[in-house]
Structure formats: structure tokens, C-alpha cells
């Protein structure tokens, strides 16, 4: 499985971010996907993920009634919308995908929340 995130970029405080995760490989289908975000001189933090079996999500407090996340299985793309943003959303944002003991990491995108 094989993830590439992009919609990265540079917004002001109160703006919107799409970011998006194309994912690949043969069984994609099955994996739980999710994004991740690390901030400088932070850990990373789960903070939304789409359930494989029934599309069940889940966000973090931090981002809950902000963020939405989605997934089209036709495109193979997994999206996180983010609305209302806050300077302390800036972190690289990376989308992630297990299944049992399988896991996969793709290559942050970074997003600045500034004025």
C-alpha cells in the first residue's frame, strides 16, 4: 500500500484546506485510513480517521466540528476537509493506513495557518 498526501499549503486564520490522500496498491480497500499531524517541537497526533468495514469516523477534540474527513473508493483518495483554521493547526500532515499489523505511513504535507 503505497499513500501520497497533497492540498498542503499556506492559509490565513478562519480559512479552508482540502487535503487529499491517494492510496494504492492491491488492497487498499481494507485498510482503516487516517491523518496524523505534527507540529514543530510536538508529537504526532491522530487526529481523524475513516473506518474500512462501515465509513464510521472519528475526529479529535482539537479538530471536532472543524474537520471532516471522506473517502471515495472510486478515486482511491481519502480527503480531509478543514474549515475554521487556527494557527495551532500549522503541523505537516501525513494520512496513514492499517490493517491489523499492517501499517502504512505517506509523506507529510505541511500546512501554515498565518496571517
Known amino acids: 500500500v503505497q499513500l501520497q498526501a497533497s492540498g498542503g499549503g499556506l492559509v490565513q486564520p478562519g480559512g479552508s484546506l482540502r487535503l487529499s490522500c491517494l492510496v494504492s496498491?492491491?488492497?487498499?480497500?481494507?485498510?482503516?485510513i487516517a491523518w496524523f499531524r505534527q507540529a514543530p517541537g510536538k508529537e504526532r497526533e491522530g487526529i481523524s480517521c475513516?473506518?474500512?468495514?462501515?465509513?464510521?469516523?472519528y475526529h479529535a477534540e482539537s479538530v471536532k466540528g472543524r474537520f471532516t474527513i471522506s473517502r471515495d473508493r472510486d478515486k482511491n483518495m481519502v480527503y480531509l476537509q478543514m474549515n475554521s483554521l487556527k494557527s495551532e493547526d500549522t503541523a505537516i500532515y501525513f494520512c496513514?493506513?492499517?490493517?491489523?499489523?499492517?501499517?502504512?505511513w505517506g509523506q507529510g504535507t505541511q500546512v501554515t495557518v498565518s496571517s
Open positions: 475513516i473506518r474500512n468495514s462501515d465509513s464510521t469516523t
Open positions: 496513514y493506513a492499517r490493517s491489523g499489523s499492517n501499517k502504512y
Open positions: 496498491g492491491a488492497t487498499w480497500n481494507v485498510y482503516d
